[in-house]
């Protein structure tokens, strides 16, 4: 090997941690972030299918039957309190999109968890997304990771009609024009002034490196 290759490979490895930084907290970041401007994510919903309940309790608000009395009453009594896009939007306390509240309208085996509440089958607590894999008998899968809907340039269209957009890039405009020349200007006659040997120099430094020092 020669030795001009043997030097770049370890170049490459020396190089290797901050090349790894940079594509993980910034690139990844910046990709992610325009992924996201092309859909309706919302923050707050992304951990909706990873909370856990208690699915005695929800059940018990939802139909008005205690745990201990479900054995009292036959299947089609609970039943006709039960409504399952209500009680996973209401007492679950899941956000349900159009789409979703369709499959659970369809597809949620009602009965299965009717006699399971009433047999005592149900665990103390669950995690959302196995309670409606189990539940729900078709497509049970879309709830167990949050996907936001593709929109498109939705957003972005949405962006120029905001009038606080406007505002904000004018603000954004006036402080690339005014602060950051005079902030090079002053940065720079002080690094000049603390290198220049008149009266006062160690002023100058004080004033220059008191910033950078504070900060950490």
Not at 121 to 142: A, C, M, N, Q, T
């Amino acid at each position: 090997m020669k030795y001009k290759t043997k030097e770049a490979i370890v170049g490459y490895i020396f190089a290797t941690p901050i090349i790894l930084t940079v594509l993980i907290f910034t690139i990844y970041p910046i990709i992610a972030a325009f992924y996201y401007s092309l859909t309706d994510y919302q923050p707050l919903e992304a951990r909706k299918f990873t909370y856990t309940f208690n699915p005695y309790d929800a059940l018990e608000i939802h139909t008005g039957i205690l745990k201990e009395e479900a054995k009292d009453h036959n299947v089609d009594e609970i039943m006709q309190f039960f409504d399952p896009v209500s009680f996973v939007e209401i007492d679950v306390d899941v956000k349900l999109s159009e789409e979703e509240k369709k499959i659970i309208k369809d597809n949620f085996d009602s009965l299965n968890l009717v006699n399971d509440y009433r047999e005592g089958k149900l665990p103390k607590e669950i995690k959302i997304s196995d309670f409606l894999k189990k539940y729900v008998r078709k497509d049970g899968h879309r709830f167990t990771k949050y996907v936001p809907k593709f929109v498109g340039f939705e957003n972005f269209k949405q962006m120029f009609k905001d009038m606080y957009f406007y505002s904000s890039f004018w603000n954004a405009i006036l402080y690339s024009i005014i602060v950051v020349p005079i902030q090079t200007l002053l940065a720079i006659i002080l690094a000049v002034a603390a290198n220049s040997k008149i009266k006062g120099v160690n002023i100058f430094k004080s004033i220059f490196f008191l910033p950078a020092i504070t900060s950490s």
